[in-house]
């Protein structure tokens, strides 16, 4: 991409789920993409539907700042395991976060036994990554 670019985002799963999307650059800095304080329409991915962001509540476009390369980092978490200690469904855009601890908090969260079923078993979840250049 150039920077100044209009792009938007379409993420489809295997498997249903709650999304969490950050965009992280060559600095380790974070963006938590979705969900944020802008996606007023937070439901589950349903399995191999895609979604599609900035959505109509957005208000506004993405647009590809910066330089270098970058990725966005989607995990799917297929069972109701509350993250919102470290990935808010509130947060802001503006809010920098460090890409590095931000995930290691999220997995080690995700790697604990699920204890809600009558067999123990851990907790399902999944992750892509998608690699990207702005010139």
């Known amino acids: 991409m150039k920077a100044g670019d209009v792009f938007k985002l379409t993420v489809a799963s295997k498997i249903a789920g709650s999304l969490i999307l950050l965009d992280v650059n060559a600095e380790g800095a974070a ?31 993405f647009e590809a700042s910066g330089e270098g390369e970058s990725a966005f980092v989607a995990l799917v978490v297929n069972d109701p395991v509350d993250l919102a200690a470290v990935a808010p469904k509130a947060r802001e855009l503006k809010v920098e976060l460090r890409a590095r601890e931000t995930l290691s908090e999220i997995v080690s969260r995700l ?25």
């Not at 329409?41 to 109509?56: F, G, H, M, Q, R």
């Open 111 to 135: 790697q604990k036994t699920w204890t809600e079923d009558l067999d123990k078993r851990g907790i399902r979840w999944s992750v892509g990554m998608l690699r990207y250049h702005v010139e």
């Open 31 to 61: 963006t938590q993409i979705f969900p944020n304080e802008f996606a007023q329409k937070i439901t589950p991915l349903s399995a191999n539907v895609p979604l599609t962001l900035p959505d109509e509540y957005y208000g506004f476009d």
